[in-house]
């Protein structure tokens, strides 16, 4: 599909504002995203370490960019439903570089973090905002940017607080979500209400399921690398007993 055809973009914008929470799966290679379009969700997202583990890279920004966005390309070829793509912090990319690269490859819209993994410190959140704003000008409305808050990861005072007040100032830089990342369940209905723009919640083991996110707030979940490290999990237990003499599949 044309994913960044304005049609696609502006379904994409749709999904985010219905009864139910718009639930991604995030999917790393086109036979991961050819499962779960043929499932039938209506979008998908892309995990930027599940894509990095599948070209051999760790996580956090240790994969050229070049390789992330030629992997984003892929998948959005290989489905027929909108795709946007975990860029992490950006590679150290321009605004403009990053809207241009997008949507060369295709994606609908893109994660894009507060912190990064060298430092492992919280952005500046206006210069964050500004930068922010950058894409969002150089993209023109042809991708939804999803502005995520790392208050939970990286040791702010009061997380919540925190990601409330950086919200904000995402939201009125032409972020169209937030995604508090790791924020607790229960801390969920306070972004909701007070940012101004829908929530990203992330779904995880032993977390509440999509529908109860929903019910706390979240307009949109997603799962990180789970479902990766589940199928990958998967695979090494097939190694084993395979290795191990059983010789059946």
């Known amino acids: 599909m044309t994913g960044g055809a304005a049609g696609a973009v502006d379904a994409f914008r749709a999904l985010h ?9 995030n999917v790393w290679d086109a036979v991961s995203a050819r499962a779960f379009a043929g499932a ?11 894509v990095a583990a599948t070209l051999g890279y ?3 920004e240790d994969t050229p960019p070049g390789e992330m966005f030629a992997a984003v390309a892929r998948i959005v070829r290989a489905v027929d439903v909108p795709v946007t793509a975990d860029i992490e912090r950006g590679y150290g990319l321009a605004p403009r570089e990053i809207a241009e690269r ?5 994606a609908v819209g893109c994660n894009l973090e507060d912190s990064g993994p060298a430092a492992r410190g919280l952005a500046e959140p206006g210069r964050q905002a500004e930068r922010l704003a950058e894409v969002c000008a150089a ?12 208050t939970y990861l990286r040791g702010a005072g009061d997380p ?11 939201a009125a830089a032409g972020a169209e979500c937030v995604y508090p990342i ?21 779904c995880r083991p032993g977390t509440p399921s999509p529908a109860e996110l929903g019910a706390l707030g979240a307009a949109r979940v997603t799962f990180g690398g789970s479902l990766h490290a589940r199928v990958a999990a998967a695979v090494a237990e097939l190694a084993t007993g395979l290795h191990g003499g059983q010789g059946r599949l």
């Open 160 to 170: 919540l607080a925190a990601a409330v007040e950086r919200g904000r100032l995402y």
């Open 102 to 106: 997008l949507l060369e490859a295709g």
């Open 58 to 60: 760790a996580d956090g």
């Open 139 to 150: 993209a023109g409305g042809r991708l939804l940017l999803n502005a995520r808050i790392d």
């Open 17 to 25: 504002h219905g009864e139910a929470p718009l639930v991604l799966p």
């Open 182 to 202: 790791a924020a607790p369940p229960d801390h969920l209905p306070v972004p909701a209400a007070e940012i101004g723009a829908p929530v990203n919640a992330l």
């Open 40 to 50: 039938g969700f209506p979008a998908l997202a892309t995990s930027s370490s599940a």
